[in-house]
Each structure stands twice: as C-alpha cells, then as structure tokens.
C-alpha cells in the first residue's frame, strides 16, 4: 500500500527553502488575486477556481498557485478538491517532496481538518502487484507551511490514513482480502485500540443459529467468519453505537451466476465492511469516549457441489424464515443475522448498516450518492447533516409498508427478491428491515455505487476502492 501517512509541518514561511522541494503549492482566491496574479492567471486561461493549478512559467521557479474559488464561498469539500489536484500534479511527475502553503486562516478547525483529510486522500494509489517500474512511489513528503492547526490537520491524517487502509482491504482481490484476512485486520486495529475482537468461525456460528448466513456459506471452502468489534471508551451504562457492514470478499453470485462481464469488480463486494473497519480503525486512533460494536459476516459467495440453491429455505438467528428466490441476492442473507445477533443481544443508541447490495442503486443514483433508508427520520436528518459537511452525498429512498408487503414470500416469512423490475435497491432495505428490532432507530446505507468507480473526484483514485462514508460516519457519531 502506498499513501503518505503523515504530514510534515513548518510554521515559519522563511524556513523554507525552495529547494528542498520539487514543488511549494500556494493558495489563490479568484476574487483576492492581485494584479500581477490575475495576469499570470490569466496568460493560463484560468480565473482561480477550485483545484485550478498556475505554474510560474518565466523562471525556474517551483512555485505553483493553486485555486480555492471565491474567498467569499470556502467550503471543507473545496479544500480538500484542491488538496488532491496538488497531490495528483505531484505523484503524476514523480515529485519527491513537497511544500503546501496552508489555505485556512480563522475558518475553523474543521477547515484544517478537511484540508490534511485531500493531502492524505489523494496520495494514495494500489501499486502492490506490479513488479516493474510501475510499482515505484515517489512522493516521500508533503510538508504544510504556515499558519495551520496542526492538531486538527492531526485529526485529518488519521481519517485519512484509515480511509487508505480500507480502500486497500477493497483492492486486493478475493485470493487476498479473503475472511480470515478481515478478521486479521480487525484483530490489528482491536490491538491497537483496546478493543475486544470476537470471532465465529462456520461451526459456531451455524450452531448458534444463523442459517441465513450459513447457508450463503456453505459454497465455499474458504472459511467464513462473524467478526464482533466492541470499543468501549464510554461509560459503562450508555448504549453503543452499532455498525455491521457486508463482507463479502467475492460475489459469482452463486447458482444464479453472474455474467463474466467485470466480475472481477466483485472483489469490492466487502466495501460495506471496510466502512466498517474504517471507522474503527479510525476510532482506535482517535479513542472517543463512546461504546461502538461493529458486525461483520464475511464469506465469499461461491457455486458448486455444496452451494444452496434457489427455492431453498433458511432459518435466520431470530427464527424467521427466508423463501431463497436468488442465489445472488445474498448480501441481505448474511446481513439478516448480523442485524438479528445485534437486536438480540444490544441495545444501541442507533444502528446503521454498509453494504454494497444491489445494481439497483447504481442505475438510480450512479457513482455519486449512497442510497439512504432509514426507520427512523431524526436519524436520517443528522446522517443528512454529516453528508453535507464530508461532502459524502447521500440520498433518501422511502421504506413505506407497501415495500415491505414486496418481500413477504407464499411459502416462508420472507423471500429475498423483491417485485421483478421494481424499486430493487428499496426491496434489499424492506428485507433487512425484518431483521431489525423495532425500537431500534436504524439507517441502511446501500453504497454498491459509491464504494468504487467514483469518477471526478480529486482526491479518489479511479478504479479504486474510495472508502467513502468513513468520513461521514466519524462526523456522525462524533468521533
Ligand atoms: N453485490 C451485488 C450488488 C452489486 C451489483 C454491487 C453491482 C455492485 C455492483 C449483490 O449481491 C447482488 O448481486 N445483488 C443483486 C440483487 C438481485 C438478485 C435482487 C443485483 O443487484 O443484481
Ligand atoms: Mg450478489
Ligand atoms: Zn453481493
């Protein structure tokens, strides 16, 4: 894995020598440049927007000025764009080291936050497999100068560092971000956070009555695994806050088989897991005082001799039972008893889930929201909040009964399809819904369109995993 993870810091203007770096990136506002700016602005075809990088052409300089839009409408989100075209202008020309004169003056920590959060962001890139030059990272340092909050650009590297860590766990493919490599990972960042890491392998967990998830398993030689997280930074009587994240390390879609068109993509099909592990990792780091529980069923969902098939039935960990329609559809199977287990044995605060779980939302929403539905409004007002100042958008899908009348099955409780050709993405949340305790205030995040694939967005890599959300969710439970 390659990303820088941490930053350098320079008070004082006049200890840096230019020299020592390939490039010192300089803050510009559109409406604030002076005369002489605007020119050489100008001579470039450029007004100062966002992310918009001028070169001091006329000399040797390294100097380059870099876009923040008006002065007059600075957002986080617009830092951290501009972050990343510095990053991304510096990885593309092998630039060693390099100086970034900090943009935030009295806007609020936050500001310095999202700005450290771009730098960290946008100098990630999956290089592991390649064993030519192509493998080479050259970015060795980013340094801030000037007058920065150090401990909230602090906070920043740490978000940004667990983000990386999660996109990694996405891009390595089903041979290595398998089960047992989750359950690795979340022993690392359980050590690292003082938090006690429980895990089930096939035989407990199919003993102790979750049929849903087992049956999903029972294709696959590749040991499955239920991974319980819980950090307990709060006191000891206030309820935790519960994640549980889908992941499922290679989706073929079972019986019901995939087309081979990018199946490969399927590799990503663990990305709600890694919003997950994102921020506890995050979290370990930060050490809040809260109680947070994370949840994760992780197999891969494979075809064969011993697979389940269409038609079948499956007994839940709360005892219902599922009419099994598609093989394929079964990210909300093995969420079913993850979301059963932690209704059964906690009381959260809230519950929120992550799961790459259906196309449906990428034909509604594309690459740039995750799907939203929730139980409960307050919930979703607040999540609303923390999307618009992480600049991870989310929107809202209704979960009315009638949606919930869709996944009722003639012969069993339930059936994990829907209507054929309805409203797919809502039918996933109407299924999970009957695995919820009730008093439960829940939220399903389907992020199967923004886990990957993210396109115009600096600070995320193309063909990467994004790990978007994580930030979101920091922000959320205020960490
Ligand atoms: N992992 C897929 C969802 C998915 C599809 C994620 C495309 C990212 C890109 C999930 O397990 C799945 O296969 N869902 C089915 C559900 C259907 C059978 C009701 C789908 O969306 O086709
Ligand atoms: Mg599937
Ligand atoms: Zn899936």
Redesign the pocket.
Known sequence: MAYIKELKFLKNHKDLVDENYSMVAVPTFSDTMDKELDQLFKSQNKTGKVGELVFEIDNDSRVVYYGLGSSSEKTPENFRRAAGEIVGYALAHKYKDIAVECPVSDEGEYFCQAFAEGLILSSYRFLDYFTDERGDYHLNSITMVGACKEEAAKKGVIIGSAVCDSRDLGNHPGNVTTPTRLAEFATEVGKKGNMKVTIFDREEFTEMGMGSFAGVAQGTNEPPKFIIMEYSGGKKDEKPIMLVGKG?TF?T?GV?L?PGLNMD??K??MCGSAVVFGVMNAIAELKPNMNVVAIVPSTH?MLGGSAYRPGDILTAYNGKTIEVL?T????RLILADALAYASKHYDPEYMLDFA?????V?VTLGHIATGLMSNNESLVENIKVSSDNTGEHVWQLPLWDEYCDQVKSEVADVK???SPGQA?TI??AAFLKAFVREDIPWAHFDV??TSYHVENRSYIQKNSASGQVIRLVLDLIGA
């Open positions: 499922l989706d879609g019901s995939k993509q399927m990503f099909d969902n598609n394929d559809a079964e990210g790459t779980l259906t196309g449906a990428v994990n399809l829907g797919g039918a996933g199967a369109g």
